[in-house]
């Protein structure tokens, strides 16, 4: 398996860096996870082709993890792709982007591809392939607004969080969270990598977190800019166990797993 991290940033846009976006290679299968805005031109920029993507997978529908969505298909249909597209979506989350696509003009008749909704449920096993999985379960990232569902009663409100297996390896992915609690959404599990966003929570939290998860790898993405200096900061300071465990991951930063 390759991992590559085709944005690292946080919702912040930046000259010089993508919103966050992580590929999956394994032998038959390229998964993306998130396409927020601009992820055309992330994969452009790291000599991806947009026909190799088999399948997306969106953790919540926030702009900066969703909303390249439309733009990429575009990409994928001049490019004439054929073969379908597989998108991993929550179940509660698969009316919003098929009517997304729908609003884009991306209308199945016109596509020339067929996209196939693979709908997932919390906490229930997904096979991609025979050798990759993974698992989800809701994290707090959206939890402030359940108090507008009254007057947006379409509101769909899932963020997940993530486990991803393949063969004998485990990645746990936090995805945009609410709270340090949801850092423990998988503390069952001790896994080989674990790859934290520090936006929503700060790293110094993290570390002490990590002291009940004992992961072999922390790599740490979805922050911005401005964040850059605090966080080198902090890496700069960590005792000696720490410092070849922790790595602040960069766009393009890709690595066999
Ligand atoms: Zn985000």
Known sequence: MKITFLGTS???????????????????????????????????????????????????????????????????????????LQ???????????????????LLPEKMGFEIHYERFKDDKPFNITEKFSFLARKNSHLSDLEKYRTKYPSLSLYSG??????????????????????????????PDLFISEVTHISLLT????????????????????????????IMANLPNTLKEKVILAVDSLSFDF
């Open 206 to 233: 993290l570390l002490e977190k990590i002291k009940i998860l004992k992961p072999k790898t922390i790599y740490l993405t979805h922050y911005s800019d401005e964040e850059i200096p605090k966080l080198s900061e």
């Open 87 to 105: 998108i991993f979506i929550h179940e509660s989350l698969i009316k919003v982007v098929k009517e997304f696509l729908v609003r884009s003009y």
């Open 10 to 84: 946080s919702g912040k846009a930046s000259t010089k860096r993508f919103h966050s976006s992580i590929l999956f290679s394994s032998e038959n299968n390229n998964l993306l996870v998130d396409a927020g805005d601009g992820i055309s031109r992330a994969l452009v920029c790291n000599g991806i082709k947009f026909n190799s993507i088999d399948g997306i997978l969106f953790t919540h529908l926030h702009p900066d993890h969703f909303s390249g969505l439309a733009a990429l298909i575009v990409q994928m249909k001049m490019m004439n792709r054929i073969e379908p």
């Open 161 to 190: 969080s993530f486990l991803f297996e393949s063969v004998d390896k485990k990645i746990i992915y936090t995805s945009d969270i609410g709270s340090e609690e949801d850092l423990l959404l998988f503390s069952e599990i001790i």
